[in-house]
């Protein structure tokens, strides 16, 4: 049932001007696979489209915000007219606050929700009725976090919508798998993209922020071979998959110490 091979297949990535999407789309570019780019920046879009290798691909780019119900609806339309059917969805768009519970508006938790949540729940609903239509080579892959398994101080937001991401993906994929779709969920730790740039834009503790942005940087994940473990995992059909050395330490810590290996961040 799985898709064994990317070719002539259409797939269409969320947050697709940057980061893991753009590597997401370099990749299977590069395996012949069609390509509808989704993103809130045209000109991110334009340049992945430039950096693309592939040959003869058709590639289409939309400008839309995931957090819009009827951008996503319009925009499930828009793909099926330009690419005549979806074997693929990537729901990738993102973004990170970093502000403890205290310091975040109630603005905050409706903007990371309706990107974060509301984005990945749109694009499932709107895009399955045309999944089903290639059941046995269809597949949805949703963006979780490593923050998922244990929650760190200041993301309080991100833990929540990436946790709800988990428990989304694992029941989707008890529903719609024996149809013949796929549904992948992927928790990655640290990759190298523009997220934590963002994310220092918005933070109440400039100099904690720093030093975690630091850390990152040393340790991060190119999202070049972050996409290539996400693709593996597709061909193979996992229902999951942990990306980095750190998400896997940290979903093994939280499994046998539960509540210890929270001291790690000194919250008292």
Same mark, same amino acid.
């Given at each position: 049932?799985?898709?064994?091979?990317?070719?002539?297949?259409?797939?269409?990535?969320?947050?697709?001007?940057?980061?893991?999407?753009?590597?997401?789309?370099?990749?299977?570019?590069?395996?012949?696979?069609?390509?509808?780019?989704?993103?809130?920046?045209?000109?991110?879009?334009?340049?992945?489209?430039?950096?693309?290798?592939?040959?003869?691909?058709?590639?289409?780019?939309?400008?839309?915000?995931?957090?819009?119900?009827?951008?996503?609806?319009?925009?499930?339309?828009?793909?099926?007219?330009?690419?005549?059917?979806?074997?693929?969805?990537?729901?990738?768009?993102?973004?990170?606050?970093?502000?403890?519970?205290?310091?975040?508006?109630?603005?905050?938790?409706?903007?990371?929700?309706?990107?974060?949540?509301?984005? *990945?729940?749109? #694009?499932?609903?709107?895009?399955?009725?045309?999944?089903? @239509?290639? /059941?046995?080579?269809? %597949? !949805?892959?949703? =963006?979780?976090?490593?923050?998922?398994?244990?929650?760190?101080?200041?993301?309080?937001?991100?833990?929540?919508?990436?946790?709800?991401?988990?428990?989304?993906?694992?029941?989707?994929?008890?529903?719609?798998?024996?149809?013949?779709?796929?549904?992948?969920?992927?928790?990655?730790?640290?990759?190298?993209?523009?997220?934590?740039?963002?994310?220092?834009?918005?933070?109440?503790?400039?100099?904690?922020?720093?030093?975690?942005?630091?850390?990152?940087?040393?340790?991060?994940?190119?999202?070049?071979?972050?996409?290539?473990?996400?693709?593996?995992?597709?061909?193979?059909?996992?229902?999951? *998959?942990?990306? #980095?050395?750190?998400?896997?330490?940290?979903?093994?810590? @939280?499994? /046998?110490?539960?509540? %210890? !290996?929270?001291? =790690?961040?000194?919250?008292?």
């Amino acid at each position: 049932m799985s898709i064994k091979s990317f070719e002539k297949k259409v797939a269409v990535i969320t947050g697709g001007g940057s980061g893991i999407g753009r590597a997401l789309a370099l990749a299977l570019g590069e395996q012949g696979c069609d390509l509808a780019l989704v993103d809130v920046s045209e000109e991110g879009m334009k340049q992945t489209k430039g950096m693309l290798r592939g040959s003869g691909l058709k590639i289409s780019l939309h400008v839309a915000d995931v957090s819009n119900k009827q951008a996503m609806k319009a925009l499930a339309d828009d793909v099926v007219a330009k690419h005549g059917k979806i074997n693929l969805l990537f729901n990738n768009a993102g973004i990170t606050l970093s502000k403890t519970f205290e310091h975040h508006s109630l603005a905050d938790w409706e903007k990371i929700i309706g990107i974060n949540l509301w984005g *990945v729940i749109y #694009g499932c609903h709107f895009f399955l009725p045309h999944l089903r @239509k290639q /059941a046995g080579e269809a %597949h !949805i892959v949703n =963006l979780s976090s490593m923050v998922a398994f244990v929650g760190p101080p200041s993301q309080t937001s991100y833990s929540t919508t990436k946790a709800a991401i988990k428990g989304f993906s694992e029941s989707l994929w008890a529903e719609v798998h024996d149809e013949g779709i796929g549904v992948t969920v992927v928790h990655p730790g640290a990759i190298k993209t523009a997220i934590m740039d963002e994310a220092a834009t918005s933070t109440d503790d400039p100099e904690a922020f720093a030093k975690i942005q630091t850390m990152v940087e040393k340790f991060a994940m190119p999202p070049e071979k972050a996409a290539k473990k996400i693709l593996k995992a597709v061909r193979k059909d996992k229902m999951r *998959v942990v990306v #980095g050395a750190d998400a896997l330490f940290f979903e093994g810590a @939280k499994r /046998a110490l539960p509540e %210890h !290996i929270h001291k =790690l961040f000194n919250l008292g």
